[in-house]
T-cell receptor
Framework: GEDVEQSLFLSVREGDSSVINCTYT??????LYWYKQEPGAGLQLLTY?????DMKQDQRLTVLLNKKDKHLSLRIADTQTGDSAIYFC?????????????FGRGTSLIVHP | NAGVTQTPKFRVLKTGQSMTLLCAQD?????MYWYRQDPGMGLRLIHY???????AKGEVPDGYNVSRLKKQNFLLGLESAAPSQTSVYFC??????????FGEGSRLTVL
């Protein structure tokens, strides 16, 4: 998805916080999403945020949205080895009257002891 | 509740052969999607459907066809496979656009 940009890799130490960043292009996107993909599996919805919100917190996850800069971030507190996965940012674009989920290329999070 | 089921999970084809990937969902979702995932490319939308009997092209539709004859099934066909179609294919469904439920993927190798 060229419309959604993410850095490809992030390496953190266990117990530290991880911050995964994303920029998107469509200011009219109503919802923005974070998905997690573990090795050999499909994507799972991790969390989402409405475009009229600045922040959403869900246990160890914090999503920040800066609409002016079209910037979305996912913060994982107290990162664990089980958090190692690929994280995808996604927005929903409107094309031909249909809603099309569009994904970034994914950020591989590597958590080392 | 099985969610989204893809078959087959693995397949090896020779160039020029045809095959069909089947996606089945038991959540009564209107929207269904086929994506392919390649290293460094993320997920790219091949075709999608907004309801039974409807299909539309996504970002990379060439070389693929789809059908949605029943609401719960979304088929992806390759009429004449090419090595460039070697990929992992994911099917997804949703009730609300954006909140997708994914299958486990189908790994296709074209020799």
């Amino acid at each position: 998805g060229e419309d959604v940009e993410q850095s490809l890799f992030l390496s953190v130490r266990e117990g530290d916080s991880s911050v995964i960043n994303c920029t998107y292009t469509d200011s009219s996107s109503t919802y923005l999403y974070w998905y997690k993909q573990e090795p050999g599996a499909g994507l799972q919805l991790l969390t989402y945020i409405f475009s009229n919100m600045d922040m959403k917190q869900d246990q160890r996850l914090t999503v920040l949205l800066n609409k002016k800069d079209k910037h979305l971030s996912l913060r994982i507190a107290d990162t664990q080895t089980g958090d190692s996965a690929i994280y995808f940012c996604a927005e929903t674009l409107i094309s031909g009257g249909s809603y099309i989920p569009t994904f970034g290329r994914g950020t591989s999070l590597i958590v080392h002891p | 509740n099985a969610g989204v089921t893809q078959t087959p999970k693995f397949r090896v084809l020779k160039t020029g052969q045809s095959m069909t990937l089947l996606c089945a969902q038991d959540m009564n979702h209107e929207y269904m999607y086929w994506y392919r995932q390649d290293p460094g490319m993320g997920l790219r939308l091949i075709h999608y459907s907004v309801g039974e009997g409807t299909t539309a092209k996504g970002e990379v539709p060439d070389g693929y066809n789809v059908s949605r004859l029943k609401k719960q099934n979304f088929l992806l066909g390759l009429e004449s496979a090419a090595p460039s179609q070697t990929s992992v294919y994911f099917c997804a469904s949703s009730y609300i656009p954006g909140e997708l439920f994914f299958g486990e993927g189908s790994r296709l190798t074209v020799l």
